[in-house]
């Protein structure tokens, strides 16, 4: 059964404007305010948020502190949050350049999911096969940790916990569903955390059309994810943390951060900054920004939410390579991402705001295959977020005690979770406690950092174009494609 922590209310003016017009679709003018319009812009999520979204004040010049955390997307104010909830009396700044939840943690899909944060094989080689075991647990009961902070501190975000299937479309899919349901119950799963499904339950959960079969986990949660930044923000403020926003940080290095209005010095700095670490001095090979979209529907009508089911919220995910994904949004949209991502020459993480993503056409197409039922319902936001991708795709969360520098990095693909249990980690790290998740396979791994360009360029390229055909191949026949061999090493864990 689902289950609920929190209500959401969401503003009569939610997602009024056309991303890909910048007018208002009710006075059919544009905004005034070209800040506020432009924060909006990122996303659904972003344009949902009730009241002002304007930045806080800025730094006003010089200052101390215990803990200086740069970034404040959700890694960031996990931390921050998690510290003082240790240690009330620990005196936190945090820096950001635009406002809290502006990037990755106001544009992703909204699941807070279990899948490992990191490619199994690595954490594997390095510490065994039972420290993937409990990283997996981790996961998993990272979910509950979110959940149990939302309604602690009564963040409105449309949370709950319906779990999430996976959905196949074609017989390779199906295969690729039974092979990773296979390998987790391996690896200990139970029938409780993961379990086939047919197509006729999927349908009496769902109206997808063309559906095979597929899995099921309760291990899922839905939410608004700019919300729940938003609100993850108040909480830290409210518990003393200081906000800095509209406060680029240019320069981390020990004991100090370097600001273009001053300095925040402090025994600990915290590197939060995910995707947009590539833009630091000596950085831009750290991660590849890959930029995944999205687009999202208007509320639709109980009619066809009638004809569509989905009353548990469940999140889903199909099973093409270049794989989509979808919620019901807890105003009735359907929010949809995938089937594909982008990588800008020399890790431009920043170009992908410029404009609504290339992939709109295809996503709108997808949207009417699995949902027949909203073919005609207008498209009200489109909008596409970097995400950082490691060289092994693998999750790293480490201390160095003589430098005071700090940094949680990696959370590809299972960031609203993976942030919470990172954030925890280096709080436990910097405050010395003698913690189960301090020892977790993650802590203190360095991945190795990408090729220069033009490699980068080429290898995102050719990957794409080599999944994107398998795709092509596997729906036209229903048969594996084996090109798919060429690229599997670099392709993301699921």
Known sequence: MARHYASYAPP??????????????????PFQDEEERRLRSRSLWLDGVPGPLRPRPGLPGDRDCDVAVVGAGLLGLWTAYSLVRADPSLRVVVVEREVAGFGAAGRN????????????GVYERAHGAHAVVR?????????????AVIAAEAIDCGW???????????????ERVRLAVATRLKRGWTADDVRLVTA??????????????????????????????????DACVRRGVTIYEGTPAFALEPGVVRCATGSVQAPIVVRATESYTVELPGERRRFMPIVSQMIATEPLSPEVWEQLGWAGRETIADQHHLFLYAQRT???RIALGGGGASYRFGSDVRGADARPPALRGRLESALGRLFPAVAAARVTHAWGGAFAVPRDWSMGVRLDRASG????????????????????????????????????????????????EPIRMLAARTITDVLAFADAREDRTDGTAGIVRLVQRWLAPR
């Open 12 to 29: 009569a003016r939610a997602g009024v404007y056309d991303l890909a017009v910048g007018t208002d679709l009710i006075a059919g003018t």
């Open 109 to 120: 899909a909204g699941f807070v999911s279990a899948g490992l944060a990191g490619e199994a």
């Open 135 to 147: 990283a997996e647990r981790a996961m998993i009961d990272g979910i509950d940790e979110v959940g």
């Open 160 to 174: 709950v916990k319906g779990g999430s299937l996976r959905i196949a479309t074609s017989a390779p899919q199906l």
């Open 200 to 233: 006729a339950e999927i349908g009496e959960r769902i109206a997808v059309a063309g559906v095979r079969g597929g899995s099921f986990t309760p291990h899922c949660a839905r939410v608004d994810p700019a919300r729940l930044a938003r609100g993850l923000a």
């Open 330 to 332: 807890a105003d009735d």
């Open 405 to 452: 520098l700090a940094v949680a990095e990696g959370l590809a693909g299972h960031g609203v979770t993976a942030s919470c249990l990172a954030g925890r980690t280096l709080a436990d790290l910097i405050l010395g406690r003698d913690s189960d998740i301090v020892t977790l396979p993650w802590v203190g791994h360095v991945s190795p950092r990408w090729e220069p």
